[in-house]
């Protein structure tokens, strides 16, 4: 039980910096970006390339995901999204526009890094024994680097101008726009930074698990899950959600037949849809 | 004056339609005689290898005999085409690509497609369309009467499991075993395979019931459950080269100290990144052509594989064998089978010939009555390997008959 336990702390964290992107870009622009887990895919071949492959020190590939990501994210949004916005007069085009986005870093990453499962070297190696419990040194280095991620976006959307600025975004785009905000500036960067997020949580799980090009949509899956359970557009919510998932899983294939972990993970969400459609922390619509 | 205008039009059209009939005429005698194979797999997402290494190893043979002009058939020479599809390991695709060869290419001969899902799925189109097949899939059914179009590419894992317990329980001491298994009807029916063999050699089966849905990446939590039950051997029934290293790594992690094997061919490049040291030790069924064991003929092969390819993979040990015996059989069948499998079938009885990859004298043929009530398999050696060092070093070699 105590391994059973710790893998649930190790999942919840590791899900919990994959929800924060997704959540952050649909609390400040109401869309649900299904590129996430290409985003996620890619940065987890940034890495692959830039420590596995040309030795950069880690850190330093880490930084080279945020800026990839960020340009991506930061370049979907200016001429992708805000362009739609413009446009559309039905709020499902910009979800479409988003599954296409996603298609479209899909298929970008089979033709350019091709179909292969990738890993890289481990940045720690060794396996700590706690009570009767395992946890391998690299995750447990993912486990406190996603913590401090975790916690620098909190405290970065609480206190300083930018974040005042995308929660002021989230709550009401008119009104920031009135209050002088550069409402499309925020929005782009805001962008950025969720994807900027995604391609850390790649990154940084690249190290246990390596990388695929066709591991996108199985976390984006999962971040649609923990933002439903949570809450979407709720950063408090994305992280109990993660917190949810990630006990369900490691409890779940404990003591269940793979299959049928999921199938209750589903028919559970669904059920709880049906009372709180809003999520944990959500408001209601409307 | 007009008479003469009038003679001149068509004179002057006279030569045009002479020209052109010309360019035509000699056209026609210039065409190369082409003979087309399909490749139909899957070639993208966790088992992208397995697909992927068919098609490059059925170029590399096509290249290497267009060089020398071509195949030679019933003493005319053909252009070996390869049109490969990639199925993406669904069902659907598999049948609209099989559809594709057979209907638009007008291919009789496919090499694939790699699951038992997907081959069971083409199995009424290449038969009404009258094609053979050759595909990896381990189902008995598809090779069995009544049906007599698909020919197994290579060892299965039913023929390699037991052999691979008995020698582990011979040479390492194994007692007692535990089986994982992704939840598709391949790998689970590889699972129920192995754990009957295992009952029947006198192994205690600690758990079989243990599973994964396709597109895990995070095995720790799944394998916990299997290596509590403390079993000397864990099988990871048809497990994808992508997720083998994941769940060696997730074991060794969690402290299991005992052997891990399969019955699936593995990818050592991928063993190497992901899993690195926790690949140590790990068994699979290996390519048919270790260097041990390979002739001239198979380094040459090897050589121009990873120019197309890029790298070599051992799994190109077994896929070269069958565009290899495609041809050798419509050698022995004569021209007329290319379009016809029914002759094709006939010539496969019989056949045999000198193993063109093996240094050793033995005979290539086609094998597996024992386990089809026909010959139904093609005869590729069994090389089991154990990863040491990060290579792929031959634990032993032995045959199907």
């Not at chain 1, 109990?240 to 559970?268: C, D, M, Q, R």
């Not at chain 2, 010539?347 to 045999?352: I, R, V």
Request: hydrophobic share 50%.
């Amino acid at each position: 039980m105590q391994q059973v336990l710790l893998n649930g702390v190790v999942l919840a964290v590791n899900y919990a910096l994959i929800a924060l992107g997704i959540t952050l870009i649909f609390s400040i622009m109401n869309i649900l970006n299904f590129a996430h887990g290409q985003m996620f895919m890619i940065g987890g071949f940034v890495v692959y390339y830039s420590y596995g492959l040309f030795r950069l020190n880690y850190f330093a590939s880490l930084v080279a995901v945020v800026a990839v990501l960020g340009v991506i994210g930061w370049c979907f949004e200016t001429f992708f999204f805000r362009r739609m916005r413009k446009m559309a007069t039905r709020e499902e085009n910009a979800m479409l526009l988003a599954v296409g986005t996603a298609l479209l870093l899909e298929n970008l990453a089979l033709s350019f890094f091709g179909e292969k499962q990738r890993g890289v070297p481990p940045v720690v190696s060794g396996v700590f024994k706690i009570g009767d419990a395992f946890l391998p040194a690299g995750r447990l280095l993912v486990m406190v680097l996603a913590l401090i991620l975790i916690v620098g976006l909190l405290l970065f959307v609480q206190y300083t101008k930018l974040g005042r600025a995308l929660r002021a975004l989230a709550q009401d785009r008119e009104v920031t726009y009135l209050m002088g905000v550069n409402v499309d500036r925020v929005a782009a960067l805001g962008f950025a930074l969720g994807a900027a997020l995604a391609g850390l949580a790649g990154g940084l799980l690249m190290t246990v698990f390596g990388i695929n090009s066709g591991v996108g949509t199985v976390y984006s899956i999962k971040a649609f899950i923990m933002i439903m359970i949570g809450g979407a557009g709720i950063v408090p919510g994305a992280i109990l959600g993660a917190v949810v998932l990630g006990f369900a899983e490691a409890i779940g294939y404990a003591l269940l037949p793979g299959s049928v972990t999921y199938l209750l993970i589903f028919v559970g969400l669904i059920v709880f849809l049906l009372f709180r459609p809003q999520g944990l922390m959500g408001k209601p619509w409307g | 004056m007009k008479i003469n205008q009038c003679h001149r039009r068509w004179f002057l059209n006279g030569i045009v339609l002479v020209a052109l009939g010309s360019v035509l005429f000699s056209g026609s005698l210039l065409a190369e005689d082409v003979l087309k194979i399909g490749v139909l797999g899957v070639m993208s997402g966790p088992a992208a290898s397995w697909g992927l290494v068919n098609k490059y190893c059925a170029q590399t043979s096509a290249q290497l005999y267009n060089e020398q002009g071509g195949f030679e058939i019933g003493g005319k020479k053909y252009k070996i085409d390869i049109v490969a599809i990639d199925d993406k390991n669904d069902p659907k695709l598999a049948v609209s690509g099989c559809e594709r060869l057979t209907r638009q290419e007008g291919i009789h001969y496919i090499i694939g497609p790699n699951v038992d899902t997907t081959a069971t799925s083409v199995q009424p189109v290449a038969e009404a369309s009258g094609a053979i097949y050759f595909p990896y899939a381990f189902q008995k059914s598809l090779y069995s009467p009544p049906h007599g179009n698909a020919v197994l590419g290579m060892i299965a894992s039913y023929q390699a499991g037991p052999i691979i317990y008995k020698y582990l329980m011979e040479k390492r001491g194994v007692k007692s075993v535990s089986f994982i298994a992704r939840n598709e009807s391949d790998p689970l029916n590889q699972r129920d395979e192995g754990v009957q063999a295992a009952k029947k050699l006198g192994l205690t089966v600690k758990s079989f019931n243990d599973t994964y849905e396709p597109g895990t990446t995070d095995f720790f939590p799944v394998i916990s459950r299997v290596v509590s039950n403390g079993a000397d051997l864990i099988v990871l029934s048809g497990v994808a080269p992508a997720d083998a290293p994941l769940l060696l790594k997730s074991a060794r992690e969690l402290g299991f100290q005992g052997i891990l094997s399969t019955e699936t061919a593995q990818d050592i490049k991928i063993l190497n990144e992901v899993a690195g040291s926790a690949a140590e030790g790990f068994i699979s069924v290996g390519g048919a052509s270790t260097p041990e064991i390979r002739s001239p003929e198979m380094e040459k092969f090897a050589e121009r594989y990873k120019k197309i390819a890029g790298e070599w993979n051992d799994e190109a040990g077994t896929k070269v064998y069958a565009l290899e015996i495609i041809l050798q059989t419509l050698r022995t069948a004569g021209p007329e089978a290319i379009n016809n499998v029914e002759l094709f079938k006939k010539a496969m009885d019989n056949f045999s010939m000198k193993n063109p990859f093996l240094k050793e004298d033995k005979p290539l043929k086609y094998v597996g009555t024992a386990y089809f009530s026909q010959a139904r398999q093609i005869g590729v050696p069994m090389v089991v390997n154990e990863v040491k060092g990060g290579k792929f070093q031959t634990l032993f070699v032995g045959s199907v008959e």
